[in-house]
């Protein structure tokens, strides 16, 4: 499925707000699932597959009865892992190793992305609401080995997922981030109110149109984000080629 709004509804920034925006930054972060890969790359849906699967198994219910109890803890608490922590019991380390036990053979590495990755001046971090381990093995798949310094994760946030502005301030503390001197790109708008309301530059990543989109429709929504935006792209290889240009005037 298309984003609800496609990027192309919103204004192509000019060379002066690259600049303007991206100038002064020395520390990039990016997200992990969707943003560093397209979401029809089919890795989010055996992510969503094993979730699914993990509490058929956990509490002994059938396949409809473990989706709808997924989603309801998705959108009441963040995340499924956070759902179950506040309803039932830590699972921690049990969910992630197994809801992140997939086949990334299919993800095609992205030479494009790590040139441009590479090129950025400064600090590269993810910020991921999945595992460190996750993130690492999914990087490296896309061949950003080394590319980045850490990937910061939902332990190292206490278990507290994005949006909440307390996942925020503990990823600004852990990796000593200045958010005024910091850009987040993202696939999903409201995870970007808190890093625009603290200072940093914010870029939403959505899906190219006629593409396939598995994320929920209120993860693909962007109706909002005017309020908590500075720019869209369906491209984030094409946008960071674009602002590394000039940033090496």
């Avoid at 699914?52 to 892992?81: C, P, Q, V």
Wanted: with cysteine.
């Amino acid at each position: 499925m298309a984003p609800l709004i496609a990027p192309s509804e919103f204004r192509l920034p000019s060379d002066a707000a690259l600049r303007a925006r991206f100038g002064h930054i020395t520390t990039w972060v990016f997200d992990l699932d969707n943003t560093l890969y397209p979401p029809d790359s089919g890795i989010w849906p055996r992510i969503d597959e094993r979730i699914t699967l993990f509490l058929i198994e956990l509490f002994g219910i059938d396949g409809l009865s473990a989706r709808a109890l997924h989603k309801h803890y998705y959108s009441r608490h963040g995340t499924t892992l956070r759902g179950l922590i506040e309803e039932h019991f830590d699972q921690t380390e049990r969910f992630l190793e197994f809801v992140h036990d997939i086949d990334r053979s299919g993800l095609k590495p992205d030479p494009i992305l790590a040139r441009e990755v590479g090129r950025l001046p400064g600090r590269k971090l993810i910020f991921t609401n999945g595992s460190r381990n996750h993130a690492i093995l999914t990087a490296s798949q896309l061949g950003l080995d080394g590319l980045f310094e850490d990937a910061f994760d939902i332990v190292a946030a206490g278990l507290t997922p994005k949006p909440t502005e307390a996942a925020y301030d503990a990823f600004l503390e852990r990796c000593q981030v200045n958010p005024h001197t910091a850009a987040m790109f993202e696939d999903v708008a409201r995870n970007l109110a808190v890093p625009k309301a603290k200072g940093m530059t914010t870029t939403l990543v959505t899906t190219k149109a006629g593409r396939l989109d598995h994320r929920e429709a209120h993860d693909r929504a962007i109706s909002d984000a005017a309020d908590v935006v500075d720019f869209v792209t369906d491209d984030l290889s094409e946008f960071l080629a674009r602002l590394n240009s000039h940033l090496t005037d």
